[in-house]
């Protein structure tokens, strides 16, 4: 590929299409990623939504840098809470390996932003109309998008939560049947929210008559979300944290989120050991990265990153990422989530909102201990790689606490040694969770060995989604997406003047 090439990697075909589609059009890389991140509500519907929180990481041709920052604030202006008990209970998943409960239902959603996060970054950096941008995403909302093998699978261990209310059922059924592999999936009410969309931009869902409607709805059920935290929501525009490593300029998530941070102290300790000098499988490789895990964790739980935030409450649960570079060099990395979902859907709108405020890393003090307005943390990494004032790599990762290990060991294989973006990021993982290494299949006897000598470990079955699911580009080499999260790549080259 020439430097010409426009490269999209993220957890969906139909994403990554999207935005190449919107280059071809003439559109950049921010009117590619907004129009994925469009598009991925409706492919990816149990990783992300309109209802949820998220980062965007832009780096332009001529060298602008900045976060965007439109995760979910807490919610409840406006009202007391210490009047109210929240609707709000435990779910439990049914996981391979074991069960976990989720907290859902009214109480559980936060104040969402990727909504106005999306089209504040469209209306500041994009070049194409917003009906242009929001053409796909009406058309597979109206249309439909078959369900691949891995969405299918997470449609169907969320079932509780997707079909909750009758708005959910309807939504996740067809003729009362619920959603399966090779299914079509419908939102005609998304279909025409966006379509009005193009009109009203996001007047009616943070000011006007559907904000009035959510509010009822929530003072009618036991919410928290108000209208007042609705409107009173801004998109907050930070520096990025930057740090060099092996000469390159690294940016990623500042705080109050902190994943970045802990990205960035672990890639001061890798400097310390000669990786470029050993393979990406070597004992030597595994041994530098499991080591500084365990340092990162240590130093994290005692007195480290999270401790330093203590008033951020912090979201780490399910995510995915896209990841875009256009011909011109403008750079974007965009990681969103909706939480595993409230269950409870707007009215007219095909939009689920977030549970974020019943996640238990998010409330150390107790559930709905925090007053209205705070922003909420997270380990969101969305982060580029500069070479030579230069963008040579943009990345990030969906999968909680594994979102910092994943993008660590990725970046790692690609940089220290050389490897193609897609077999680095297919490359079995590891990841130190406190009390015992999680080990991918896949690693030598000897790598595995080494491992042992560090601490207690298990060994997956299987790669599987637990170990992120990392979407990284190489502008004008390749992408790599992540096969655990259904990923895809795409690039376009075009033709030079």
């Known amino acids: 590929m020439n430097d010409r090439s426009a490269i999209v990697a993220s957890g969906d075909p139909l994403t990554s299409d999207t935005a190449i589609q919107i280059m071809k059009q003439g559109g950049n890389a921010y009117d590619a990623i907004i129009a994925a991140g469009f598009v991925s509500v409706i492919a990816e519907p149990t990783l ?34 210490e009047a109210l008990e929240p609707h709000f209970f435990p779910v439990t998943i049914h996981f391979a390996n074991s069960d976990q409960d989720f907290n859902i ?25 917003l009906k242009e941008v929001l053409a796909p995403a009406i058309d597979a909302a109206r249309s439909g998008v078959r369900l691949g093998r891995d969405q299918a ?70 919410g928290l979300l108000t209208k007042e935290d609705l409107e009173s929501y801004q998109v907050i525009e930070r520096e990025p944290l930057a740090t060099l490593y092996r000469g390159r300029r690294f940016l990623t998530n500042p705080p109050p989120s902190f994943g970045g941070a802990l990205i960035i102290d672990a890639l001061h ?63 974007a990395a965009m990681t969103t989530s909706n939480g595993e979902g409230s269950g409870y859907i707007i009215p007219d709108s095909g939009i689920m ?70 077999e680095a990021v297919e490359s079995p993982r590891i990841h130190w969770d406190g009390e015992v290494f999680q ?29 992120g699911g990392v979407h990284t580009v190489v502008p004008g080499k390749s992408g790599g997406a992540d096969p655990r999260r259904g990923g895809a790549v795409r690039s376009y080259s075009f033709a030079k003047p």
Not at 60 to 74: C, L, P, Q
Not at 105 to 129: D, E, Q, R, Y
């Open 353 to 422: 909102l977030n549970n974020m405020m019943g996640e238990d890393d998010l409330h150390p003090e107790g559930f709905h201990s925090a007053p209205p307005g705070e922003r909420v943390s997270s380990m969101m990494s969305p982060s580029l790689l500069l070479e030579n004032n230069e963008v040579a790599l943009v990345i990030g990762s969906g999968g909680s606490k594994r979102i910092r290990t994943a993008i660590t060991q990725v970046l790692s294989r690609i940089i220290d040694c050389g490897m193609e973006a897609q």
């Open 153 to 222: 699978d997470f449609i169907k261990l969320l079932k509780p939560i997707m079909t909750l209310t009758e708005r959910g059922t309807q939504l996740y059924s067809q003729d009362g049947e619920y959603f399966t592999y090779g299914d079509i999936l419908r939102n005609p009410d998304l279909a025409n929210f966006l379509s009005e969309l193009c009109h009203d931009e996001e007047h009616s869902f943070y000011h006007g008559a559907l904000a009035d409607r959510i509010e009822q709805e929530m003072q009618n059920g036991q």
């Open 269 to 331: 300790y890798l400097e310390t050991y000669d990786l470029p000098t050993v393979g990406p499988f070597s004992p030597e490789f595994i041994h530098a990265h499991a080591a500084v895990m365990m340092e990162i964790e240590n130093s994290r739980i005692h007195g480290g990153q999270e401790n330093k935030t203590p008033k951020a409450r912090v979201f780490t649960r399910g995510t995915t990422h896209i990841s875009v570079i256009d011909r011109e060099g403008n750079a």
């Open 48 to 81: 992300t939504s309109l209802g949820g929180g998220g980062f965007l990481l832009a780096r332009t041709a001529d060298g602008y840098a900045k976060i965007f920052d439109f995760f979910s604030n807490t919610p409840g202006k406006g009202h007391s809470a």
């Open 439 to 467: 080990v991918e299949p896949g690693l030598s006897d000897n790598a595995v060995e080494v491992i042992a000598q560090s601490g207690p470990l298990k060994l997956a079955a299987v790669k599987n989604v637990y170990f």
């Open 105 to 129: 239902g009214l109480g559980s959603i936060a104040v969402p932003g990727n909504l106005k996060g999306f089209l504040h970054v469209h209306k500041k950096l994009g070049l194409l109309p």
